[in-house]
């Protein structure tokens, strides 16, 4: 079952904050979230393992609401590298990543 | 040293061709993986392979068949290409609940 992410879409000015969300109608074990350039292969951000669980790197930091069933990932202060389509994938048990269709983030001067 | 490398990068073939790629880690993973991402960027996977077995086999065709020699190795099989092949594929790695590492791509172009 494929996550449902949204904004499909984000336009932001440089310093701007932004929330990405993902939900599932399935029970979730875990959530990832990667961001993939232009050309590029997609590179992990992080993953969370436990209900309620947030995680911070930088700038941009997720939480997990396992009740929910979903996963939001903020973007504070937004800096041009930040621009990027970000997917979520979500795993339910030893299966691998289904990945959501992706946010797109563009980020303006 | 590239942790995932992926080859061949770009790949154009007339229908009905049979092709390979090619995916090696060396990170020491486990687990490998094979996505197809299409023209709107949906990134689906298509098989993983964990310790040499197969443990998970998408529905996809059975013209697209992963072979893995050893632990380091995954590589994809696509006989009697058709255009809807084309799209870019993702080899990817993990170990345990660690975060996937992606090869850089290999874009196939089914003409």
């Known amino acids: 079952q494929q996550p449902v992410q949204s904004p499909q879409a984000v336009i932001l000015r440089e310093g701007e904050d932004a929330v990405i969300n993902c939900s599932s109608s399935k029970a979730l074990y875990s959530v990832h979230w990667y961001r993939q350039k232009h050309g590029e292969a997609p590179v992990f951000l992080m993953i969370?393992?436990?209900?309620?669980e947030q995680k911070g790197h930088e700038k941009i930091s997720a939480s997990f609401n396992e009740k929910k069933q979903q996963s939001s990932l903020y973007l504070t202060a937004s800096q041009l590298s930040y621009s990027g389509t970000y997917f979520c994938?979500?795993?339910?048990?030893?299966?691998?990543?289904?990945f959501g269709k992706g946010t797109h983030l563009i980020i303006q001067p | 040293d590239t942790a995932v490398s992926q080859t061949p990068k770009y790949l154009v073939t007339q229908m009905g061709n049979d092709k390979s790629i090619k995916c090696e880690q060396n990170l020491g993973h486990d687990t490998m993986y094979w996505y197809k991402q299409d023209s709107k960027k949906f990134l689906k996977i298509m098989f993983s392979y964990n310790n040499k077995e197969l443990i998970i086999n998408e529905t996809v065709p059975n013209r697209f068949s992963p072979k893995s020699p050893d632990k380091a190795h995954l590589n994809l099989h696509i006989n009697s290409l058709e255009l809807g092949d084309s799209a870019v594929y993702f080899c990817a790695s993990s170990q345990g609940f660690s975060g996937y590492t992606f090869g850089s791509g290999t874009r196939l172009t089914v003409v």
């Open positions: 994938g979500t795993m339910r048990g030893a299966d691998g990543l289904t």
């Open positions: 969370l393992l436990k209900g309620g």
